[in-house]
């Protein structure tokens, strides 16, 4: 048994499939931030990619488990079951090791996920709406910046700030 990784519990109120004995790495909701989703992503991806380096054979060791849930729509959950290779185990381990120190396991995904889902939020936001936003963020852009489409490059980096919030 690891002494980094938690293992899953069944809930009392929870009637489904459940892993009991295998390890939780990490979850995501209909709510989780930017930062929590794209930790489960990467997350996900590296243990994958371990699991097929060191057990190609293996697609059942690692796996996104979802569940609908009555707060917040649905839970995802990425499990590793206890009988994984070792080295899944292992590099989960340092994931969570890692996490402890530094809360960002892939920092340009990070960022790059904050930034398109700013032009995303931007885009989706009506002329006056960018200009509120302009005006609301203490940015030095024109207010004429508000008929692109995109989040101006010219920013100090106020309006990404406060699109996201």
């Known amino acids: 048994m690891s002494e980094y990784l938690t293992k899953w519990e069944h809930p009392s109120d929870y009637g489904g ?21 794209s930790n489960y992503t990467c997350i996900l991806k590296a243990l994958n990619e371990k699991l097929a380096e060191v057990a190609p054979d293996d697609d059942e060791s690692v796996y996104d488990f ?3 849930h009555w707060a917040c729509g649905w839970v995802e959950t990425i499990i590793l079951k206890a009988s ?15 996490l402890a120190d530094y809360p960002v396991v892939d920092e340009e995904h990070f960022c790059e996920l904050e930034h398109d889902e700013a032009n995303e939020y931007w885009a ?7 200009i509120d936003i302009i005006k609301n963020s203490g940015s030095s852009v024109s207010i004429f910046a508000a008929r692109r489409d995109y989040v101006p490059s010219d920013d100090s980096g106020a309006i990404d700030e406060w699109v996201r919030g």
């Open 17 to 37: 499939h459940s892993p009991d004995g295998d390890y939780v790495i990490a979850g995501q909701s209909r709510d989780s931030s930017a930062l929590e989703r």
């Open 66 to 68: 979802r569940a609908g």
């Open 84 to 98: 994984a290779p070792q080295a899944v185990i292992t590099l989960a381990e340092e994931i969570i090791c890692a």
């Open 124 to 130: 989706n936001e009506s002329v006056s709406g960018r």
